[in-house]
């Protein structure tokens, strides 16, 4: 990496004159390191207490890694108040909200939709009782789901029209929705890309198979995170979006999500299913803005590594 800080200019980075919040990145480096620099006023503590509130923004996105690599010409803002308070019911916490659209945390263990044995408590049910809150007449609309023991971000529509034009283009409008997946065993590719037909039998399982004429087409993207003697993190990133296509796609490698006794696994190290809906990047459908959240690494995935 370039030393960053020139002898004839003592600032990290080059600063807009009309904000003196605004940085623009010039070479690699941390982002704890470029925000000291370019403040200087700000000690190491005050700096770590503006990611922790979420006030630092990078291409305008919060970020509270404070060890994240910034890139040349990223900008990097710092805003005056803290981020609004995440909205948190059992199950799930509110993270976005505008007229349009809903992002939720959904935590595992907590249904996305009723099912005929459980009507109540489930995402959609917690999220419809919210927006009715403000007026008797709102809705929401599902846009997506998760499986009831994998945890992380979900979409919700508040219209159906809204719902419609996700739907309708999400491969389009959908960049980036990124899993991390623990594994039983170690994955030997550092590297891999997953392809199939899936089909779901009677019995509700889904299974691979390589005839197009029987299943619905399949891709799954996976890079190794991180590894141990027993198990493997995975950084996941799907193509397509079919039902429990993570799951059987690690079960065709020969490395099963843990606790998925479903799909093959013979080991729970961590008391649940091992799979975290992590990233999710789109475009706005009704305002054309970038979207990006990102979720904290689930703890109990961090303790087997």
């Excluded at 349009?100 to 945390?105: P, R």
């Excluded at 059987?248 to 093959?264: A, F, L, T």
Aim: glycine share 4%.
């Amino acid at each position: 990496m370039k030393e960053f800080i020139k002898k004839d200019k003592p600032q990290q980075a080059k600063e807009a004159k009309t904000n003196k919040n605004h940085f623009e990145v010039t070479e690699e480096i941390q982002l704890l390191t470029f925000l000291l620099a370019s403040m200087p006023h700000k000690s190491r503590h005050n700096v770590k207490s503006l990611l922790r509130d979420k006030q630092i923004l990078v291409d305008n996105r919060a970020v509270t890694q404070f060890n994240q690599v910034l890139k040349p010409n990223q900008v990097v803002d710092i805003k005056d108040s803290k981020a609004p308070q995440e909205q948190r019911y059992k199950g799930l916490k509110i993270i976005f909200e505008d007229q349009y659209l809903i992002i939720i945390e959904k935590s595992e263990g907590t249904l996305s939709i009723a099912t005929e044995k459980q009507k109540l408590h489930n995402a959609y049910s917690i999220l419809s009782d919210h927006v009715k809150k403000e007026d008797p007449r709102n809705r929401i609309f599902v846009v997506h789901r998760l499986d009831r023991e994998t945890s992380g971000l979900m979409m919700f529509a508040k219209s159906e029209k809204v719902q419609g034009l996700l739907q309708e283009s999400w491969n389009a409008t959908i960049q980036e929705r990124t899993y991390l997946a623990v594994t039983e065993g170690c994955v030997k590719e550092e590297t891999g890309t997953i392809e199939s037909y899936l089909v779901e039998n009677k019995a509700l399982t889904v299974y691979s198979t390589r005839n197009p004429d029987h299943g619905k087409h399949a891709i799954t993207h996976f890079e190794v995170f991180k590894k141990s003697e027993h198990n493997s993190l995975l950084k996941v990133n799907l193509e397509t979006g079919r039902k429990n296509q993570i799951r059987v796609h690690m079960k065709d490698i020969g490395s099963p999500i843990v606790g998925d006794e479903k799909y093959g696994a013979k080991t729970d190290p961590i008391g649940r299913l091992g799979l975290h809906a992590w990233v999710l990047a789109f475009v706005h459908p009704v305002t054309n803005e970038q979207m990006y959240f990102e979720t904290p690494i689930p703890k109990k995935f961090l303790w087997l590594f």
